[in-house]
């Protein structure tokens, strides 16, 4: 049983160290490697995704888009539960993504000085879906909706093809896809995916700005090409998946226990965290995550992910919340005799989901919100994703000639204060010339 912290007791160096992420893997041998396939991607095109997919998927031959034909096949062996669930999912989605539309703003700044801000959709974005043993629609969900509603010219999809010996693409990712309105999917993954949207094939049109998560490679990938300039630009960072739990003596242990093995399943990288002012509270909690852990089907998985989990005693709720804010969690969960007057006070959570009800699964399915975070600490500086992120903000400015005289001697005067008598003088020929017309 994993033993618990008890944070009063514990030096500034002891409090990081027990807040502490697990390590990454080696990136600098990760880096060249998933360089290499880039390189490789962008010098051979089509050619290295065949071979890519021939190499880690197993198959002989890869067409690589996704023909009408296997869509509709696969589309026909979608159970009507699982139809149901994912229309569901999709209407709350976009009904909570629907309300973030931007709205233009025009301000006249001065008398004759307007100034407007614009929203315009992306043009072109390529959403990543991961396969493998957990296929995943909701993640189509999440960032198919906003890019619709949004209005993007293109969407493109790219998911691995799978083993040969577990078939196709899973039909609940393509119904999910279809009520998006995406139909150019891409039977591709990993770094190699990521390379093919950001710098184009023959087949895959390069696109402006590439979502979705994925594994260290992919999320590697997604970093490499967001820092070249003929890439492509990546939602936000990322890093294994982590929760954390405050709870006091009032939560019920089983509930919690639950919502840490929910998260510890995602991956043996994951981490989960339980924070309470209650040490009976932390002690029932211990013995529903191991009774649980036994009936799970991926329970290896979430095993190796408790062998990095904390559980952390502090004095009072009061504390229990400064330790949340320092850890600042991807995903929050609140169960205390207090959640309201908590929630208030917390300033770096990704997501936060509040009272007994409310587990992060449905965040990650149906509620409406979006779940794709920042983790790795990142949520102290960067957002959830939203509608936002699939625009484009500029700004337009419009001067009249009233305008001119209103602003125009402050305009010299700080360009000369500046050295940069080139600007001064755009805005003196132009005052000359409003003299010259009134004279």
Known sequence: MTRVINWPALSVSEQQAALARPKLADSAALGEQVRAIINTVRQQGDEALVAYSQQFDGLTANSLR???????????????????????????????????????????????????????????????????SAPLPSTVLMLGVPAQLAGCERIVLVTPPGKPEAGDIAPEILYAAELCGISEIYTIGGAQAIAALAYGTETIAKVDKIFGPGNRYVTEAKQQVSQDARGAQIDMPAGPSEVLVLADNSANPAFVAADLLSQAEHGPDSQVILVSDSTALIEAVQAE???????????????AALSHSRYILTADLAQAVAVTNAYAPE???VQTAADDELTAQFNSAASIFVGKWTPESAGDYASGTNHVLPTYGYSKTVSSLSLADFYRRFTVQTLTAQGMRNIGPAIVTL???????????????RLAELNNVEG
Request: aromatic letters at 4%; hydrophobic letters at 50%; charged letters at 25%.
């Open 331 to 333: 995903h929050l969960i």
């Open 289 to 303: 995550v191991a009774s649980q852990l036994a009936q799970l089907p991926r329970k290896d998985i979430a095993a």
């Open 415 to 429: 360009a000369e204060a500046e050295s940069l008598d080139a600007h001064a003088n755009a805005v003196r020929l």
């Open 66 to 132: 996704l023909s009408v034909e296997t869509k509709l096949a696969q589309l026909n062996k979608l159970l009507p539960e699982r139809k149901a669930a994912i229309e569901l999912a999709y209407d709350n989605i976009r009904k909570f993504h629907a309300a973030q539309l931007p709205r233009d703003i025009e301000v006249e700044t001065s008398a004759g000085v307007m100034c407007q801000l614009r929203s315009r959709a992306i043009a072109a974005v390529g959403l990543y879906i991961p396969g493998g």
